[in-house]
């Protein structure tokens, strides 16, 4: 099974359905909500991938702005706790990815969305995810999401050098140092294999 959190400021319809778990749906919604009316769904849903370098962080530590965002926005938002290095390393964050993308589709009534407009958001790991999900959908055949919102994402997994790398020398949040353990400890596997091809690729238009 694959944790997700579910986030709404209100109770929306189709959520109610969801105080009692069940296979395939989500754990239930918090008990005060049991006497609250439920609006309509909102037309309007967010799928969230957290942040922390591929290795760390969940949908719970960045659940304070998701609140305000929820809020803020009228939209529900499910934030996916996909597997994190090196103990999952990739490809299982990008498939943990677009499985919880086509779940929430097809479950975006439970979700209390009519799924007008989707949208994938996520920072730094987390865009990275958010973006793949959208190359990923179009590649087969799944409808993509409505927007993506990336914040300060990890775009350039490989070792060759850039702007940001020369810069992580003198940052003293994100080091050079952590930023390759995040980057092995995720990819290191696929760099061995394909990291030259990727540098070529890069370098050559």
Same mark, same amino acid.
């Given at each position: 099974?694959?944790?997700?959190?579910?986030?709404?400021?209100?109770?929306?319809?189709?959520?109610?359905?969801?105080?009692?778990?069940?296979?395939?749906?989500?754990?239930?919604?918090?008990?005060?909500?049991?006497?609250?009316?439920?609006?309509?769904?909102?037309?309007?849903?967010?799928?969230?991938?957290? +942040?922390?370098?591929?290795?760390?962080?969940?949908?719970?530590?960045?659940?304070?702005? #998701?609140?305000?965002?929820?809020?803020?926005?009228?939209?529900?938002? !499910?934030?996916?706790?996909?597997?994190? %290095?090196?103990?999952?390393?990739?490809?299982? /964050?990008?498939?943990?990815?677009?499985? /919880?993308?086509?779940?929430?589709?097809? &479950? /975006?009534?439970?979700?209390?969305?009519?799924?007008?407009?989707?949208?994938?958001?996520?920072?730094?790991?987390?865009? &990275?995810?958010?973006?793949?999900? %959208?190359?990923?959908?179009?590649?087969?055949?799944?409808?993509?999401?409505?927007?993506?919102?990336? !914040?300060?994402? %990890?775009?350039?997994?490989?070792?060759?050098?850039?702007?940001?790398?020369?810069?992580? #020398?003198?940052?003293?949040?994100?080091?050079? +140092?952590?930023?390759?353990?995040?980057?092995?400890?995720?990819?290191?596997?696929?760099?061995? /294999?394909?990291?030259?091809?990727?540098?070529?690729?890069?370098?050559?238009?």
């Amino acid at each position: 099974s694959l944790p997700v959190r579910l986030i709404s400021y209100r109770l929306l319809e189709g959520q109610e359905e969801e105080k009692e778990e069940r296979e395939g749906r989500m754990p239930s919604l918090p008990s005060g909500w049991g006497r609250a009316k439920a609006k309509p769904p909102s037309p309007y849903l967010i799928i969230h991938f957290h +942040g922390g370098g591929f290795i760390a962080q969940s949908s719970a530590s960045h659940e304070v702005y #998701l609140r305000d965002w929820a809020k803020g926005l009228g939209a529900p938002i !499910l934030s996916v706790d996909y597997g994190l %290095a090196p103990e999952h390393p990739f490809p299982l /964050a990008v498939e943990q990815a677009l499985y /919880a993308y086509c779940w929430a589709l097809k &479950n /975006a009534r439970a979700l209390g969305s009519t799924a007008q407009s989707v949208l994938c958001v996520g920072d730094s790991a987390g865009g &990275n995810l958010a973006a793949v999900v %959208a190359l990923r959908a179009l590649e087969v055949g799944v409808r993509p999401p409505c927007g993506v919102v990336m !914040l300060y994402p %990890a775009l350039l997994l490989h070792e060759t050098p850039s702007p940001s790398r020369i810069l992580s #020398l003198m940052d003293p949040l994100l080091p050079l +140092g952590t930023l390759q353990l995040c980057m092995h400890s995720y990819a290191s596997r696929f760099l061995e /294999a394909h990291g030259t091809a990727m540098a070529a690729l890069h370098h050559n238009p």
